[in-house]
Each structure stands twice: as C-alpha cells, then as structure tokens.
C-alpha cells in the first residue's frame, strides 16, 4: 500500500508506477532530505507537537540512516516513488510507529522544495570553486606568457598585435562573471520553503523561522504558493550553467583552431588529445570538441525546464518532478568539463614563433601605421587611405609594412620619416597601448595580479 494510498480502492497499475516514480535519479538528494527532516523534528519538538523523546528518536534514527546510505548499504525502492517517501519509509521500519510522526506538518511540496533548494546551493558553491581554479590556470599562464605577441582577430581575420596573456585574460573575465552570476542566484536561491505544506501551509503551530536557523537560510519564503512552485533558482542555475558552456565553449573552438597545422599556435599535451583509428599522423582535439559539442546539451536542459514551466497553474503540479533530470544533468555535465578544461590549457605548449610569424604576415600593426600618420597632422580618414594603399601594395609585392622602405613611404606620403618603423614594430604596438582594458605588459601584470587578489580574497 502506497502511503498516500487511503482513499484509493487498487494499486497504481504497474506501468504507471514505473512511470511516476522519481527515485530512479532524486535518489541523489538524499543528504538534503534527510537534513531537511532533522531540522524539521527539532522544529515540531520545540513547538511541542512531538515530544523530545520522539524527536531524539527521530534524529537517531535519521543520522544512522544517512550514514548507512553514504556507505552504500540503503537500497532504495521504486515502490515509495521518491526519495521523500523512501526516507519515511526506511525510518519507520528501523524506529517504529514514531517515524510516521515525521511528516507532520509538512508535504511532499514544501520537501522537495527545501531539498532542491539545499542541492542547488551546494552545486552553485562548488561550479564557482572549478571556476575558481580555471581562472588560477588562466593568471598563472598569462604571468608566463606576458610579452608572447600574438595577432588579435576580428571577423576571424588578423586585426591588431596582442599578447596571449591579454588574450586569454579575457576569458578570466568571463569566467568571473560565470562566479559572480553563481553567487547572485545562490542569493535568491536561499531562501527555505519549508512550512509552506502543499499549498496553504498549515495549521499547526510551526516555528519556520526555527527551521530556517537550523538550515542555515537566509530568509524565509514569504508566500506558501510561490514557495511550493518556485523553480525559478533551478531556471537561474541552469541559465548561469549555459552561460559557463558558452563561455567553454568559444575558448574551445580558439583551442581546436590554434591546435590545427594552419595555426599552430599551440600543441595540446598527449593526455588530453586522441589519435584516429586509421590515420596515424593525427592528433586530434578531442576534449575541446567534447565540451563544445556538450554545451548544446546544457542549453537543452534549460529550455526543458522553461518549456516545463511556462504554462503551469498555481500551485505544484507534476509536471515539476521534470525540473530534476535537467538540473542533475546540467550540473553534472560543467562539472565534468571543468576540470578537463583547466587541465588541458594549464598542459598545452605555447608556439610563441608561430604567433609572432602570423603577426608578420598579417598587417596587424597597419592601424598604428595610420596612427602615426593621425599624430602628425593627417587626418584619420586620409591616413587610413594611405596606408590602406600600402598594405595593398605590400600584398601585391609579398611584403611586409616593415620591409617597405622609407622611399617607399614618402611615395605615399611625404610626412613619413625613419620613426614610422618604430613605431610599426610589434612591441611599440602592444606597449603604446597602455590605457585601463589594453594589451601593454604594464597592465596585464596589474590585471594578473588583480586577479589573484581576487581568488585569495574567496571572491
């Protein structure tokens, strides 16, 4: 008999059963159930509800419970369909008739509120501690690569001369953003349902603030409705998650990219790339691919659960139970990818010749070209036609801005003198770039170091 089973005349076809039952994956909120219930027991003894005497046994038996289940010797059942019941359940056959006493004054509703409240905390704090240590990786490279000139691009095309260390320090910022994101909704997130029953609350004299103390919340739902069908915290994590993909997912393509013969802007380590079956030259970026290609699968799981969510009447329906598997598999999935990634860029070999070559060929120190020309009196719009005509003439002739010579120059125009080839050189480039946001070593080592004073600051 099911323990909501009172009204009923038969059993739940079995089909049926298979299909309703959540166990099978919120098995894994366990921890939370069972901290919820001791909070919740203490709570009814304080208000006198139970006697002291049923809420030690209550907490006895849930703590060797939950370390029976750590330890692997709990099987759950598909018969008591999700892990709220499964704990009553297992209770009441280790202590007794006091075990039925545990759900009084709450529901299934406010419970899996609660729990998936705890649960997304937890994964919040732990994806910003990964992110944590991808942005270590990324100082901790860009202090070593800090004057490695490479060329930036736009339109996927050579534009302006940078560093590898600005370069990738523009994922350390996305990535920060990725943290503060985490710690925003894990604001909103903590928040404790708790005493919100099914829907109305309840009539009995609970003590939630009690209850919220004991979890450790920061506030107290203010409204039994919008307590039990909330999912907006599971919608905000799985935004903040796609987010972090995304963010994976355009540095993993610059990673396939720099790893191809074309580039060769890097080399991935051997233990995190993979060969072909039949070609035995290759080396393939396998990881970076992965993580690109997961990223469309965390996108599913948060248009799944707004999907779920967009039509559904005040208060809880069923259909919630589907916000679980979108927001295992979303955590699950960025913390897989992000260890693999901190570890495949904190291995790569940097090709500092090939980077610098590919500034060569590319004109990308023309605009300081027309620069120049601007700080001698020649208006940006004329010296960005001169030296539009010269870097024709350079790609019609296979040259480079610095190979042209003076002469050359002043055929242009006659304002060029011996200072232009400083000035063109791919130090003075990225060194006169010196303001707040740019490439100069000057800078990127106040922008490392802020970073760091950021992470030793538990930011």
């Known amino acids: 008999m099911k323990l909501w089973g009172g009204r009923f005349t038969k059993s739940t076809d079995n089909l049926a059963s298979h299909f309703h039952s959540s166990i099978s994956f919120d098995q894994r909120l366990f921890e939370a159930d069972i901290k919820g219930s001791l909070a919740h027991a203490a709570m009814l003894a304080s208000t006198g509800i139970i006697s002291k005497r049923e ?21 759950f059942s598909e018969t008591a369909e999700d892990i709220h019941m499964n704990i009553e359940a297992l209770l009441t056959e280790r202590i007794g008739a006091v075990g039925k006493k545990l759900h009084t004054g709450r529901s299934r509703n406010d419970q899996v509120a609660l729990d998936m409240r705890i649960y997304v905390m937890d994964e919040e704090s732990a994806i910003a501690g990964l992110l ?21 691009y736009t339109h996927l095309q050579r534009a302006q001369p940078v560093t590898f260390a600005h370069h990738i320090l523009a994922y350390a910022e996305m990535f920060k953003r990725d943290i503060d994101r985490l710690q925003d909704a894990s604001r909103r997130t903590n928040c404790m349902p708790l005493g919100a029953g099914a829907l109305a609350a309840s009539t009995y004299p609970l003590n939630r603030d009690l209850v919220r103390e004991l979890l450790d919340f920061n506030a107290l739902a203010l409204n039994s409705m919008d307590a039990v069908s909330d999912r907006d915290f599971c919608i905000e994590l799985l935004s903040a998650v796609s987010i972090i993909m995304m963010h994976l997912s355009r540095f993993c393509e610059e990673i396939v990219l720099w790893s191809s013969f074309e580039f060769k802007f890097i080399e991935l380590d051997d233990g995190y790339a993979t060969g072909s ?12 691919e992965l993580i690109r290609g997961k990223t469309g699968r965390a996108y599913g799981d948060l248009i799944a659960l707004l999907t779920v969510m967009k039509g559904l009447p005040l208060a809880y329906n069923k259909d919630m139970q589907e916000d679980k598997e979108s927001v295992f598999d979303a ?20 090709n500092k010749e090939a980077m610098r070559k590919a500034c060569a060929g590319g004109f990308v120190n023309a605009t300081d070209a ?69 490439p100069s070593r000057d800078y990127v080592e106040k922008l490392i170091e802020w970073n760091e004073e950021y992470l030793n600051d538990g930011n």
Request: negative net charge; glycine residues 6%; contains cysteine.
């Open 55 to 75: 809420a030690d046994d209550l907490k006895k038996g849930l703590e060797e419970l939950l370390g029976d289940v750590r330890a692997g010797k709990v099987e």
């Open 132 to 152: 944590r240590e991808l942005v270590a990786a990324i100082a901790k490279i860009a202090r070593e690569h800090i004057d490695t000139v490479m060329p930036g």
């Open 277 to 288: 079956s039949i070609m035995p030259q290759k080396k393939n970026p396998d990881m970076a």
């Open 331 to 350: 955590v699950d999935t960025v913390k897989m990818c992000l260890p693999v990634f901190t570890g495949m860029i904190s291995t790569m070999k940097v």
């Open 370 to 438: 027309a620069d120049w020309l601007a700080k001698k009196g020649v208006a940006f719009r004329d010296a960005h036609e001169i030296i539009g005509k010269l870097v024709l003439k350079c790609s019609n002739e296979k040259k480079s801005l610095e190979e042209l010579s003076l002469e050359e120059y002043k055929s242009a125009s006659p304002v060029f003198d011996e200072s232009i080839y400083d000035a063109i050189s791919l130090e003075t480039c990225v060194g006169a770039r010196n303001v707040p946001g740019g």
